[in-house]
């Protein structure tokens, strides 16, 4: 392992208003993102060919381009990643334009900061859940496969019992977060399932035993954090 925390999320920023960027660039790297700020159009453009970002967080009325031809011009070069408008519009027309432009979510200004993350924790989930054929690499010659979920080491199957596979699952579903018991529980057990913390620890030591003592931290009386490499 190279580090013992996992990368964070990265976020590109597009709204001129500079209080305002510089409130929610703050903000987001305070819950743990990483964020790249542009204040027009065309640099947006540029920043997002350069680089790879998992979230498009863009304001409409911009220099240059306005928000809406930048979202269109990345989706028709096959850019893929979620992206959410924040903009003072909100006609039925704009609505309209904003997701024939390829915006996964639209927030009206002004917002709350914490419904902006909770909006932005929403979109990164589904989009982890829908890379159907994705292999994560958690280690050296280590990798899950999220369609299948299974574990490798190469292209050989590591055994993994059904609960030690969705405990690992929602783990690498929540990149630099503490997930806690009760999420573990209710991703992992039938809902007439006994939830018993020994039972959970039982199945994080031999998760430990095949990725490494580090790699699954427990963070005292919150829960799990799962570093990757």
Same mark, same amino acid.
């Given at each position: 392992?190279?580090?013992?925390?996992?990368?964070?999320?990265?976020?590109?920023?597009?709204?001129?208003?500079?209080?305002?960027?510089?409130? =929610?660039?703050?903000?987001?790297?305070?819950?743990?993102?990483?964020?790249?700020?542009?204040?027009?159009?065309?640099?947006?453009?540029?920043?997002?060919?350069?680089?790879?970002?998992?979230?498009?967080?863009?304001?409409?009325?911009?220099?240059? $381009?306005?928000?809406?031809?930048?979202?269109?011009?990345?989706?028709?070069?096959?850019?893929?990643?979620?992206?959410?408008?924040?903009?003072? =519009?909100?006609?039925?027309?704009?609505?309209?334009?904003?997701?024939?432009?390829? %915006?996964?979510?639209?927030?009206?200004?002004?917002?709350?900061?914490?419904?902006?993350?909770?909006?932005?924790?929403?979109?990164?989930?589904?989009?982890?859940?829908?890379?159907?054929?994705?292999?994560?690499?958690? %280690?050296?010659?280590?990798?899950?496969?999220? $369609?299948?979920?299974?574990?490798?080491?190469?292209?050989?199957?590591?055994?993994?019992?059904?609960?030690?596979?969705?405990?690992?699952?929602?783990?690498?579903?929540?990149?630099?977060?503490?997930?806690?018991?009760?999420?573990?529980?209710?991703?992992?057990?039938?809902?007439?399932?006994?939830?018993?913390?020994?039972?959970?620890?039982?199945?994080?030591?031999?998760?430990?035993?095949?990725?490494?003592?580090?790699?699954?931290?427990?963070?005292?009386? $919150?829960?799990?954090?799962?570093? $990757?490499?």
């Amino acid at each position: 392992m190279q580090s013992n925390t996992s990368t964070p999320p990265k976020i590109l920023l597009l709204e001129d208003d500079e209080t305002l960027s510089e409130i =929610l660039q703050e903000f987001l790297e305070e819950k743990g993102y990483e964020v790249i700020a542009v204040y027009d159009g065309h640099e947006a453009v540029d920043r997002a060919y350069s680089d790879a970002f998992d979230l498009f967080l863009f304001d409409i009325k911009v220099p240059f $381009q306005n928000g809406f031809d930048v979202l269109s011009q990345l989706r028709l070069e096959g850019e893929e990643s979620p992206a959410v408008f924040i903009s003072s =519009l909100g006609s039925i027309e704009d609505l309209s334009r904003a997701y024939d432009a390829g %915006c996964d979510d639209f927030l009206r200004k002004p917002f709350e900061l914490q419904e902006l993350e909770i909006r932005i924790k929403a979109l990164l989930k589904r989009r982890f859940y829908h890379k159907s054929d994705e292999k994560i690499r958690l %280690c050296e010659g280590i990798y899950f496969h999220l $369609q299948r979920n299974r574990l490798y080491r190469n292209d050989e199957e590591i055994p993994l019992s059904r609960k030690e596979a969705k405990i690992l699952k929602t783990l690498l579903a929540h990149p630099g977060e503490i997930v806690s018991n009760e999420q573990l529980f209710a991703a992992a057990w039938d809902y007439d399932d006994e939830t018993r913390e020994e039972s959970l620890r039982t199945h994080i030591k031999n998760l430990r035993k095949i990725l490494g003592k580090e790699t699954i931290t427990n963070i005292r009386a $919150q829960g799990y954090f799962l570093a $990757q490499s």
